[in-house]
């Protein structure tokens, strides 16, 4: 028998099976994409965030150091090389967001870029915070006469950084208290899938600072064989 009417135009053997009319599965499939784009988005924002905050502490951390940098010279330098594997994840998932924004990927171009001051101090930031770092580990390990010029370098970049540092904070630490506890509290981690994964990077991230903290700390003795003043 075979059944007459408006409702023909849904019968699953007029459409293969589809179940709708021409079209309705692709819009499906492409409201799917958009949610797991928004999902990418989401998930990489949520990173981020709780990154930063690792970074945050880690941070405060070493400023205390830099008080009495002489006499907590071992926490200084434990302390600046646990922080180089979290800084190069951060550095990692913002320019993930930064190539997608600009390669055009429609969930990125949908949350849309920071503002612009920001945007522009972004790349500022990682370059200082780059060079910092890896002076600081290269007073540890270069010869003897190449460390005046390499603690000159670490100061100056320094100063720079931390004047980059503070805009860079200041304008990202509300999303950063908004976002980052957001994968660890049981009402908001199922909201976007991930969640274990971004913990457990964040996690390796900090025992692979550790483990290369302890490698690194028994290079203090060539540090303070030639040049036992400089930390002062």
């Given at each position: 028998?075979r059944v007459e009417g408006p409702d023909e135009t849904w019968l699953p053997s ?49 400023g205390v150091t830099i008080l009495r940098v002489h006499q907590l010279l071992s ?51 990682v370059i200082l915070t780059l060079v910092l770092l890896f002076s600081g580990v ?95």
């Amino acid at each position: 028998m075979r059944v007459e009417g408006p409702d023909e135009t849904w019968l699953p053997s007029r459409y293969g099976g589809l179940g709708g009319p021409p079209g309705e599965d692709s819009r499906g499939t492409r409201r799917r994409g958009e949610r797991r784009g928004d999902a990418g988005v989401a998930g990489n924002a949520r990173l981020t965030a709780a990154n930063a905050a690792v970074l945050l502490v880690l941070l405060a951390a070493e400023g205390v150091t830099i008080l009495r940098v002489h006499q907590l010279l071992s926490p200084h330098v434990f302390i600046g090389v646990v922080l180089i594997p979290p800084v190069l994840l951060k550095v990692a998932s913002t320019t993930w967001r930064f190539a997608r924004y600009y390669t055009g990927a429609p969930a990125y171009r949908r949350k849309g870029p920071p503002p612009v001051l920001l945007r522009l101090l972004g790349p500022v930031v990682v370059i200082l915070t780059l060079v910092l770092l890896f002076s600081g580990v290269g007073l540890l390990l270069v010869s003897r006469q190449w460390l005046p010029l390499l603690l000159k370098l670490h100061k100056a970049s320094f100063v720079l950084w931390f004047g980059a540092m503070t805009i860079h904070v200041l304008g990202h630490l509300g999303k950063v208290f908004r976002l980052a506890p957001r994968d660890w509290l049981r009402r908001t981690r199922r909201e976007v899938t991930g969640a274990g994964t971004r913990q457990w990077l964040i996690a390796a991230s900090l025992v692979a600072g550790v483990l290369l903290g302890f490698v690194l700390l028994s290079h203090m003795g060539h540090w303070l064989s030639t040049a036992p003043g400089a930390g002062q």
